[in-house]
């Protein structure tokens, strides 16, 4: 095999709970809460009915849990659904660095591998852990490229479901391999109108994973070279090597601490316009507007900048990646939630007035801080003559402006109302803080039953 699977491999197969702090077990405690907390906020979109459908027609001998059912599936499938159920609403946590992408796609893997052989909370908590740490050193590495991030998670969620599976390290590196070499995904996924996959791609990368998984602890060994051999992943997809050195552990710290979690039910570029819109929503009468002006980074600006599609949407999918969309609503409504991406209220056509007042520019100043901060300065003049200004580089949710235990509490509540009942928030919430006590995940899947 060759030196990145061994790396992979060797840490995957090494790293225990003992290797965690205190401080890295309890942001993957808020990173489940908050990942839960989008699954059944989920629950009911059309995406997840369709896994659901799927995943409840497979019977298995190895069967793994549906969340909000009482239903059971194959490890994989129950992986899957679970993890349309979490991306739908696109709320769930971010990692920005050249790749970037939503490591909290992963956590499904290892909730379902977990729930079927009752694997208990600390060793749910070191998968995750794994998993985040594949995923987010990897991604440091790689420019923004064709792939889409699927190809981070399908190799993070194959080592987290391999550890709870206790795959030894020629196994593990297969499992990897298996994850790796038929499973990389396209970023047409994102690009453009935005179709039902947006939300599934990176479900699909989890099914792999586990899949790959499996495959490697019945004896399938894939490909030797997988990353630096000849028609490898680097040089397929980069014409270069890359070199993962450092994982957490000791005195390097485990990069699940550097996850962003979202505020608001859309893309994380989305974020800090829509917290500035709603900022300027009760200074600012939208009749009155003559001009909107929105500088950002680079990424930010380059979908609306280039994509006609992001300035008259027509799916929530597209919608929830469209900065122009969202500032409008931000302004006119002062609140974005899930309801704001209704069929009827993603084409209400009061809304295009004010798009068309608008306009977004790349400022090259907050390029060069991005990933570090997320700049964003919107600029509104009105008929009347009067100018309102609203910036910043964090948006709430932000490692650097990060939600209180609280807040995360607070937002479970909110996505999963009305499908759970409060007594039933209290008990989940109740069971994940104190998640490394937990026996199995058994009590957290019935109470969650819709």
């Excluded at 489940?32 to 298995?60: H, M, Q, W």
């Excluded at 790689?142 to 020629?170: N, T, Y």
């Excluded at 929503?281 to 980074?297: N, P, T």
């Excluded at 990646?321 to 009827?344: C, M, W």
Aim: net charge negative; charged share 20%.
């Amino acid at each position: 095999m060759d030196r990145t699977s061994q790396l992979l491999s060797s840490y995957a197969c090494r790293l225990s709970y003992e290797d965690l702090s205190p401080a890295t077990v309890h942001q993957i405690k808020r990173t489940v809460v908050d990942t839960f907390g989008c699954a059944i906020g989920g629950y009911l979109s059309e995406p997840a009915k369709i896994a659901r459908r799927l995943a409840a027609g497979v019977n298995s001998v190895a069967p793994s849990r549906i969340i909000g059912t009482g239903d059971y599936s194959s490890m994989d499938l129950a992986g899957f659904a679970n993890g349309v159920m979490v991306r739908y609403l696109d709320c769930n946590d971010s990692y920005f660095s050249p790749g970037g992408g939503h490591p909290s796609d992963m956590i499904p893997a290892a909730l379902a591998v977990g729930d079927t052989l009752s694997t208990d909370g600390p060793s749910l908590i070191t998968a995750i852990a794994l998993a985040y740490e594949v995923f987010c050193r990897i991604s440091d590495e790689v420019p923004e490229s064709g792939w889409d991030q699927g190809i981070f998670s399908v190799i993070g969620a194959a080592c987290a479901a391999g550890k709870l599976m206790d795959l030894d390290e020629e196994q593990m590196t297969h499992a990897i391999s298996l994850a790796a070499v038929p499973n990389i995904p396209l970023r047409v996924t994102r690009m453009g109108e935005l179709s039902m996959w947006k939300g599934c791609a990176a479900a699909s990368a989890t099914r792999a994973g586990i899949f790959a998984a499996q495959l490697a602890a019945e004896g399938m060994n894939g490909p030797f070279e997988p990353f630096e051999g000849r028609k490898g992943l680097w040089e397929s997809a980069l014409g270069r090597d890359i070199q993962l050195e450092k994982m957490g552990g000791g005195d390097e710290p485990f990069l699940i601490t550097q996850n962003t979690f979202k505020f608001y039910p859309s893309q994380i570029h989305t974020q800090n316009p829509i917290g500035l819109a709603i900022e300027l929503h009760s200074q600012v009468d939208v009749a009155d507007i003559e001009s909107i002006h929105i500088k950002s980074y680079q990424s930010a600006v380059s979908s609306a900048s280039t994509e006609p599609e992001k300035w008259d949407p027509k799916t929530r999918e597209t919608a929830d990646h469209s900065i122009p969309f969202l500032v409008a609503v931000g302004l006119r409504d002062g609140a974005v939630t899930p309801a704001t991406f209704a069929a009827d209220r993603i084409a209400d056509p009061s809304l295009r007035p004010i798009l068309a007042r608008m306009t977004i520019e790349e400022d090259p100043a907050f390029t060069e801080k991005y990933p570090s901060e997320y700049n964003c300065r919107i600029e509104v003049k009105t008929k009347s003559g009067a100018g309102y200004v609203a910036s910043g580089p964090y948006p709430k949710g932000h490692r650097n402006n990060p939600l209180s235990d609280a807040e995360v509490s607070e937002k479970f509540r909110r996505l999963a109302t009305p499908m759970l009942s409060d007594e039933q928030c209290d008990e989940v919430l109740g069971l994940l803080w104190n998640l490394e006590q937990q026996p199995d995940m058994d009590d957290v899947f019935d109470a969650l039953v819709v």
